[in-house]
């Protein structure tokens, strides 16, 4: 047994890291062991009650990577040795592995115990060589606190195992559930034949979505043309990233030549959703937000409701400015999907999203990201459009964006060390004179978000990669490009500038 255990993977949203030498067998054993300790931990703080291990319920599934099976099957004997039961959902999108947590399940496979929560190992949209684990408790995602905790009670299951101060304990049962059956049933209901008329194209990028979304969809009455829906850890055909423009070449060309109404696809494990429209154009993820809004602010309006949609700092003005417009009411905060989901349960906000693809329905479901759902919101406003003009398309429900110019998402390679310094420089070298711009505002609670008369110019620390994420916007391109060259050069300058000092 090694004397010290590599916690470097544990972040703000999740476990995150390149296999093995940040994600392996032993992390996710003791992890697995720190996650039952600290789940029975809150059960004292909310119940005041000692719950035994004996008593709780997991559900595990995984991701298509090559590692990721390796990794379940240390993850659930930590699970079992501590003594808690698992339901093991095997390979499926996670989605459905936050679904878990809210299906009905027979009584007899959970002999009478109720799930607490999930554990799904994935790294999403990063490339092969990441792995990862979600965890959720209580039908929610655990916060950056809840995260930190969980990885002192993992270190602390190494210092005990090493110790030896660990006694037996019995194990609990293992049975593998077709989560994805029980799913599909669910969602299928929702929607009966709603998609019929409508053809889209679906891209699963060799990930989850192909085990689940193409039959779903069909089952919704969509013709579908499927492209790379077999699992394959490898990504062979393209990186599974939706909000990376270069990944969608495929879905784009297929959707023009099948004249297509739009084309769906998914990241790495199902949680994010890229749209291309029928003209073969990448849908960016406040413009889908934006469409989803319009039609839940249109279907509240006849029961006088105003329902609240949360984005993040890196999505267009124009996005806030029409919710509010429209009678919505529109709220920004952190990028990342932990402080999402807190800020929707703080204000009671009925859909929420981000840049990324990320898209959250409290609206007739149950509040998490799920891209295979969201499709399904997709061909169901796509539908109720073309029954009222059979020429409908994507692209006029997004006219307001028409108006201004909007950068792509620029990334910037940093250190992660370095990041806070250096935005802490930037800070304090931002003026008028800079940018050749009157500054109204500027937004601090993810990076710095610089507001001008005329549009926006961002930069923020991404929560999973070594990397600044920035864009920008205005009401001109030139305005636009001024933006963003210069806040990327003196950035690049000031990140150069740290790592000549570390060296």
């Known amino acids: 047994m090694q004397d010290t255990l590599n916690t470097k993977a544990f972040g703000k949203n999740d476990i995150r890291g390149i296999f093995p030498s940040e994600v392996n067998s032993q992390l996710y054993f003791y992890a697995a062991k720190g996650y039952v300790n ?3 931990m809150q059960y004292e703080k909310m119940h005041n009650e000692n719950k035994p291990a004996q008593d709780l319920l997991i559900c595990v599934c995984m991701d298509a990577r090559l590692h990721s ?18 339901l093991d959902l095997g390979l499926a999108p996670t989605p459905l592995g936050y679904f878990s947590e809210f299906a009905k399940i027979d009584s007899q496979i959970t002999e009478d115990k109720t ?22 408790f209580n039908k929610a995602s655990l916060s950056e606190e809840q995260i930190k905790e969980v990885k002192e009670c993992t270190l602390k299951a190494f210092e005990d195992a090493k110790e030896k101060t660990y006694r037996t304990i019995a194990c609990g049962f293992n049975k593998k559930y077709d989560i994805i059956s029980n799913y599909s049933d669910k969602i299928a209901d929702m929607f009966d034949k709603i998609g019929t008329g409508i053809k889209i194209v679906v891209d699963s ?14 089952e919704l009455g969509c013709e579908v ?22 990944t969608l070449d495929a879905i784009k060309k297929a959707v023009v030549e099948n004249k297509a109404d739009f084309g769906i696809a998914f990241d790495g494990d199902s949680d994010r959703i890229g749209v ?13 937000l934006l469409i989803y809004a319009l039609d839940l602010i249109n279907e509240l309006k006849a029961r006088g409701e105003v329902p609240t949609v949360v984005s993040e700092v890196k999505c267009s003005q124009v996005l806030y400015d029409t919710i509010n417009q429209n009678g919505g009411k529109a709220i920004m905060h952190k990028t990342g999907h932990g402080y999402i989901k807190s800020k929707m349960k703080e204000t009671g906000a009925l859909l929420a999203g981000e840049m990324s693809g990320h898209v959250f329905f409290k609206d007739r479901y149950f509040g998490y990201d799920d891209a295979i759902y969201a499709g399904c919101r997709l061909i169901e406003i796509v539908a109720k459009n073309k029954k009222q003009n059979p020429h409908f398309d994507l692209k006029e429900l ?7 110019h909007l950068s792509h998402e620029v990334r910037l390679k940093c250190p992660n060390e370095y990041k806070k310094a250096v935005l802490k420089e930037l800070e304090g070298k931002i003026t008028d004179e800079l940018f050749n711009s009157k500054i109204k505002e500027i937004i601090t609670i993810d990076g710095l978000r610089i507001i001008f008369e005329d549009g926006f110019a961002l930069i923020r620390q991404s929560n999973t990669e070594p990397v600044f994420t920035l864009r920008f916007e205005a009401k001109t391109k030139e305005r636009c490009e001024n933006y963003q060259n ?18």
């Not at 390796?70 to 004997?77: G, N, R, T, V």
């Not at 997004?398 to 201004?404: E, L, Q, T």
Request: hydrophobic share 35%.
């Open 38 to 40: 600290w789940v029975r």
């Open 69 to 86: 099976k390796e990794l379940k099957d240390a993850l659930i004997q930590g699970l079992l040795s501590q003594g808690a039961n698992v």
């Open 115 to 136: 799930v607490n929560g999930a554990l799904i190992i994935t790294a999403s949209h990063n490339p092969s060589e990441y792995n990862g684990l979600k965890m959720t």
């Open 205 to 218: 990028a060799n990930a989850t979505a192909g085990i689940v979304a193409p039959q779903l969809y069909r």
């Open 225 to 246: 043309i499927e492209l790379f829906s077999e699992p394959d850890g490898n990504f062979p055909n393209h990186h599974p990233n939706p909000s990376d423009e270069k």
């Open 276 to 288: 291309v429209s029928s003209e073969g154009k990448m849908i960016s993820g406040d413009k889908l």
């Open 398 to 404: 997004i006219a307001p964006f028409d108006k201004v």
């Open 486 to 503: 210069t806040l990327c050069d003196l950035t690049q300058e000031l990140v150069e500038k740290h790592a000549q000092t570390k060296v």
